[in-house]
């Protein structure tokens, strides 16, 4: 009990002390209020906070609430997942959400623009494409060019999300034009046809190949380098917990969020 | 038949009108909030760009096209299922039904594993030559697999309540059965069909879990007008709702054009 206290404690300093970096460097306001929680009670969090984040994120963050919880008893986490667009679409809408973390700055800025991000989001996180075959590799998919051979069947995500966005990137700098069968809505939508064995490869990200289990298997390529992901948090205008919000962005920026992030394949911000 | 059911006093208290207009306007509120937020002066050009309109085509095709498998399949169905008799029909029945209140995700699993490449049928279907994953052809079975229910119950219905006293009479006076199906039954439950057609056709229209999960994105290919509601949603919510709106328009054309005529119809046979 009393070294899991103890423990609960330094963890708490850092996570406080991470959150006046970031807060200090945005704004004078922000830099006060996490000022004036390390200089109360730190143990005093409680109460519940609300996570919206990124659909690939669900394994890490899943992890890094249990770890919140554990180090602040009296916290509850209540996570939510989807695609980074509808998150913002449903903050936008009023959902009650106080840390958002997106799979793409695109989509944080889109809160920005809407004066509903508290302070300026900070990079976490960053992801690549990967090639994901089921792991018989039935079309023997070796390489990016591969994908443009004739008879091998490829999903991609749409060029209206990020994923597909990514892959149009990726195509444009290897000069190879795929010719999809299909141009899924979501990057689980690409992984879950690869996983049923309907289609030969997809364009997934890194970190997925480990969220499938061993049904699909990652072929990485170098030109995935052309077209990197970067994963930004913040904590939304409005929270009324914003200091339960800036503990849990501290967690993650922190280094037990980093050590869990890089152990499932994600990059360095 | 109208005028013994009015007669001045319809015995519905003033509270009960009340509740029932709080249900309509929670049911017409969330289409008059989508038609505020449409933006009107473009319009034309949100519904008419080539990827809406390529949408919408493959929509109505493959609508029309699982409305005739669903008439097919499901006539036969619904006389089986009304007229016949034999071990286990009430456990069928229930199953048969059960894509209704299946969410149509799970629908598009159990296809994927059925007809799927690594599916229950997927081998023989490659022996044949047959690709289904990522074709038309998917999203056709798809809709079928949701619509289905809809025509084999809204017959079955009216078969039940048609009763088969014409039929009977027609036995006796020597014609075959399938001379009487043609003849009388099918004659007698044609409003029951009809109206059992349009919501099929209607539901293929709105399909949206199966297909996505069983067959697809692809313009032109497999991306019916809901899954490029759905994408265009992610960087477009003015072509999304637009389109949204275009559906509205299509299903309520469909829906009361075609179903407030056979349904009237229906109720008269069911009194009758």
Known sequence: MIGHRFRGTGLILVAILSACLTGCGSTATGAGSTNGGSTGTSSALSGKVSVFAAASLKSTFTKLATEFERVHPGTKVA???????????????????????????????????ASLIDGAPANFATNVLTIAVPSANPASVHSFADLAKPGVKVVICASQVPCGAAAKTVEAATGTTLKPVSEESSVTDVLGKVAAGEADAGLVYVTDIRDAGGKVKGIPFDAAAKAVNTYPIATVEGSKNKRLAAAFTALVKGSTGQRILASAGFGKP | MRARAGGGYDGIPAWIYAIAAIGAVFVLLPLAAMVVRVDWP??????????????????????????????????????????????????????????????????????????????????????????????????????????????????????????????????????????????????????????????????????????????????????????????????????????????????????????????????ETRTR
Not at chain 2, 157 to 169: H, W
Not at chain 2, 221 to 238: C, F, K, S
């Open chain 1, 79 to 113: 996570l939510s997942f989807a695609g980074s667009s509808d998150l913002v679409t449903q903050i936008i809408a009023g959902a009650p959400a106080d840390v958002f973390a997106s799979a793409d700055a695109a989509n944080m800025d889109r809160l920005v623009t």
């Open chain 2, 42 to 267: 473009n319009f034309l050009t949100l519904v008419t760009s080539e990827s809406s309109l390529t949408a919408l085509g493959l929509s109505l095709r493959t609508s029309a096209a699982s409305t005739t498998a669903c008439i097919l399949l499901g006539v036969p169905m619904a006389l089986v299922l009304a007229r016949g008799t034999f071990p286990g029909q009430r456990l069928l029945r229930s199953f048969v039904l059960l894509p209704l209140v299946l969410p149509p995700v799970v629908g598009g699993i159990a296809l994927l594993y059925t007809f799927g490449r690594q599916g229950l049928l997927g081998h023989t279907l490659q022996v044949a030559g047959i690709q289904i994953a990522f074709s038309t052809t998917a999203v056709v079975l798809a809709q079928t697999f949701v619509a289905l229910p809809f025509l084999v119950l809204s017959l079955e219905g009216s078969l039940r309540s048609a009763g088969q006293r014409y039929e009977a009479v027609a036995a006796t006076l020597g014609a075959r059965p399938t001379t009487v199906l043609r003849r009388v039954t099918l004659p007698l439950v044609l409003p029951g069909l009809a109206s059992g057609a349009v919501l099929s056709f209607a539901r293929s229209l709105g399909e949206f879990g199966a297909t996505l999960t069983f067959a697809g994105s692809l313009q032109g290919v497999t991306r019916t007008l809901p899954l490029e509601i759905y994408l265009q949603r992610e960087t477009d919510p003015d072509a999304a709702v637009a389109l949204s709106l275009v559906l509205v328009a299509i299903a309520v054309l469909v829906v009361g054009l075609s179903y407030r005529r056979p349904l009237a119809a229906l109720v």
